[in-house]
């Protein structure tokens, strides 16, 4: 589980992602409050990195880019996933997929950017800046 976090220009939000495992893959079960009114679909991701730790430039920086297990291009990464949709700033959101187990995940960081992937845009979709930030624990 990912217990999620807003960034500095968003520290309002705050939900989780859960992975559990099934049918040799996993489901991702997203529960999330508080995202930006302005927009009604998100980007989310799984990211290399270990953690959400920010820099000055960039909220979420030490969260890496998209998790490979293979090299891809994008929406082909091991950490891509479908669009988050959000209904007055709650979003629910699940879905199966088998590129990963939920152990593989683990350590790993769930990221919301502001914007939709464009699922066209190297490396990662053109999805805008990092709004949340949560560490996949065991």
């Not at 799984?46 to 730790?53: K, L, P, R």
């Not at 929406?75 to 700033?89: E, I, V």
């Amino acid at each position: 589980m990912a217990m999620m976090h807003g960034s500095p220009q968003h520290p309002e939000i705050h939900g989780t992602v859960s992975f559990y495992r099934a049918c040799g893959g996993s489901l991702v079960v997203a529960e999330l409050y508080q995202l930006p009114s302005a927009h009604d679909i998100f980007a989310m991701h799984i990211h290399s990195g270990a953690s959400c730790t920010e820099t000055a430039q960039d909220a979420f920086a030490d969260a890496g880019g998209h998790w490979e297990l293979q090299p891809a291009e994008h929406p082909q990464h091991t950490g891509d996933l479908p669009a988050l949709l959000s209904n007055d700033g709650y979003a629910w959101f699940a879905v199966y997929t088998n590129r990963f187990s939920p152990a593989q995940a683990v350590g790993k960081t769930v990221i919301i950017h502001a914007d939709p992937d464009d699922y066209r845009t190297q490396p990662a979709g053109n999805a805008g800046a990092r709004i949340a930030c949560g560490t996949i624990l065991a």
